[in-house]
C-alpha cells in the first residue's frame, strides 16, 4: 500500500518488539501484585501486617492489569492465528489464571469488610492464590512454547489442538513455571521492602533474597536442560517476509540445541540470559542489605532479561507445533494485514505514551511507605 510509509516485514518486525514490550511491561508492572500476593501469608503474621501488605498494591494492581489486557488486545489484533490457538488450545489453563485473578479483587473489596479472623484469613489465602497460581501457570506456559505445542491446521486453516490440560504439565513446563513463581515472588519482595518497614520489610527480604537466588539457579538450569536435549525448532525454507500471512507454506526442521541458533547468529542477543542471572543475584543482594529500590531494579532487569531470552531463543517462532512442526506460528506467517499493522502502530504511539505518563503520575502520588497510622487516618483503605 503506497500510503503506508513502512513495508509489511519492518511493520511485523515492529510488533513482534512491541508485543515484546508489553509483555515485559506487563510481568514488571503486575508481576509485583503477584509476588506480594505470594507473599503475603508469610511476610504477615497479624492483621494490621496484612492490611499494610494488602495496601501497598491495593491502590495500583487495577493500573498495573491493564498491561495484561493491552498484551491480549496486542496478540488478537496484530497475530490473530496466535491469539487462536494460544487462547483455544489453552484454554482451560486461561480459565484457572482468570479464576485465580478474579480472586485477588474480590479479596481487597471483602477482607475487611467482617472482623472475623476466619473470614479474614479466608480472602487472605484467596490473595495468595490470586498471585502464586497465575504467577505459576503463565510461567508453565512458556515452557510449553519452548516445548511446542500439539496443533495443526487443515485445508480451510482452521485450527485443531490435539493436546490437553494435564499435558502442559510436563517436567520442564513445571521448572519454567517455579523460575516465574520465584522471578516474581523476588520482584515483589523488592516492592514490600521500598513500601513497608519494620517486620514485614525483614521478613519480605529475607523470603525474597531466597526467591532471587532461586530464580538465578532455576533459570540456569532450564537453559542447560534446554540445551542438553529439549527439542528446538529452525525454518528450513526460504520466508518471503513481505508475503501474506499464510502458516502452511515453510519446511521446519527439528533438533536438539535449535533454539541456541540465534544466539549464534546474533552474538549480543547473549546480554540477555546474563541480565535474567545478573539482575536475580543484584536483587538477591540487594535485598539482605534493605535496600529495595535497588532490588526491585535488579528484579525488573531479571525479568526483562528472562523474557527477552525466551522471546530471541525462539525468533522468528511465535508458537511452534510439537505435532506438525511446519504448522508452526511465525512472525513472518501469524501477523494481521499490512493496513491493520500500520493503524495500531499510529494508535499505540499516541496512547501507550499517555499511560506510561500517567502511570508515572500515580506512583509519584503515591510514593511514600505504608504504615499503620496511615491506615487508621485513611477510612477508604482496605
Given amino acids: 500500500m503506497d500510503f503506508i510509509p513502512l513495508d509489511y ?4 518486525v515492529i510488533w513482534w518488539l512491541l508485543l515484546g514490550v508489553l509483555l515485559i511491561g506487563f510481568a514488571v508492572m503486575d508481576g509485583f501484585d503477584l509476588g506480594v500476593g505470594a507473599l503475603l501469608p508469610f511476610v504477615a503474621r497479624t492483621d494490621s501486617e496484612r492490611r499494610i501488605v494488602t495496601n501497598t498494591i491495593g491502590p495500583v494492581w487495577e493500573g498495573n ?14 497475530f490473530p492465528p496466535l491469539y487462536a490457538v494460544s487462547f483455544s488450545g489453552f484454554y482451560l489453563a486461561m480459565f484457572v489464571i482468570l479464576f485465580a485473578l478474579i480472586l485477588r479483587p474480590v479479596g481487597f ?18 490473595l495468595f492464590v490470586g498471585g502464586a497460581v497465575p504467577a505459576l501457570i503463565f510461567g508453565v506456559a512458556v515452557g510449553n512454547v519452548l516445548l ?3 496443533f495443526h491446521f487443515d485445508s480451510n486453516l482452521r485450527t485443531i489442538y490435539t493436546g490437553g490440560f494435564f499435558g502442559l504439565l510436563t517436567p ?6 517455579l523460575v516465574s513463581v520465584a522471578m ?9 521492602v521500598m513500601k513497608t518497614e519494620g517486620a514485614v520489610a525483614e521478613r519480605a527480604a529475607k523470603y525474597g533474597s531466597v526467591a532471587a537466588v532461586l530464580t538465578a539457579v532455576l533459570f540456569a538450569l532450564a537453559g542447560v536442560w534446554i540445551a542438553a536435549g529439549i527439542t528446538g525448532y529452525r525454518v528450513d525454507s526460504v520466508i518471503d517476509p513481505n508475503a501474506p500471512a499464510n502458516p502452511l507454506t515453510k519446511t521446519v526442521v527439528t533438533g536438539a540445541g535449535l533454539w541456541f541458533k540465534s544466539y549464534a547468529d546474533m552474538p549480543l542477543t547473549a546480554l540477555a540470559p546474563i541480565a535474567g542471572i545478573l539482575g536475580a543475584l543484584v536483587s538477591a543482594v540487594c535485598l539482605r542489605r534493605r535496600k529495595g529500590g535497588l532490588a526491585f531494579l535488579g528484579s525488573s532487569l531479571s525479568i526483562t532479561g528472562i523474557i527477552l531470552t525466551v522471546g ?8 511452534p507445533s510439537s505435532s506438525v512442526p511446519n504448522a508452526g506460528l511465525t512472525l513472518w506467517d501469524a501477523s494481521s494485514s ?5 493503524v495500531m502502530l499510529l494508535a499505540t504511539v499516541i496512547f501507550l505514551p499517555l499511560i506510561l505518563g500517567y502511570t508515572t503520575w500515580v506512583y509519584r502520588v503515591l510514593r511514600g511507605k505504608v504504615t499503620e497510622n496511615d491506615l487508621e487516618e485513611n477510612p477508604n483503605a482496605y
Fill in 148 to 150: 511446542g505445542v500439539p
Fill in 9 to 12: 516485514a519492518t511493520l511485523k
Fill in 172 to 177: 520442564f513446563a513445571l521448572l519454567a513455571g
Fill in 109 to 126: 473489596k471483602f477482607r475487611s469488610k467482617m472482623p472475623g479472623a476466619g473470614w479474614r484469613s479466608m480472602w487472605d489465602w484467596g
Fill in 184 to 192: 516474581l515472588v523476588a520482584h515483589g519482595a523488592g516492592m514490600l
Fill in 338 to 342: 499490512h493496513l491493520t499493522l500500520w
Fill in 65 to 78: 492489569q491493564v498491561w495484561l489486557i493491552l498484551g491480549g488486545g496486542a496478540i488478537f489484533a496484530a
Fill in 312 to 319: 530471541f531463543a525462539i525468533f522468528p517462532f511465535m508458537l
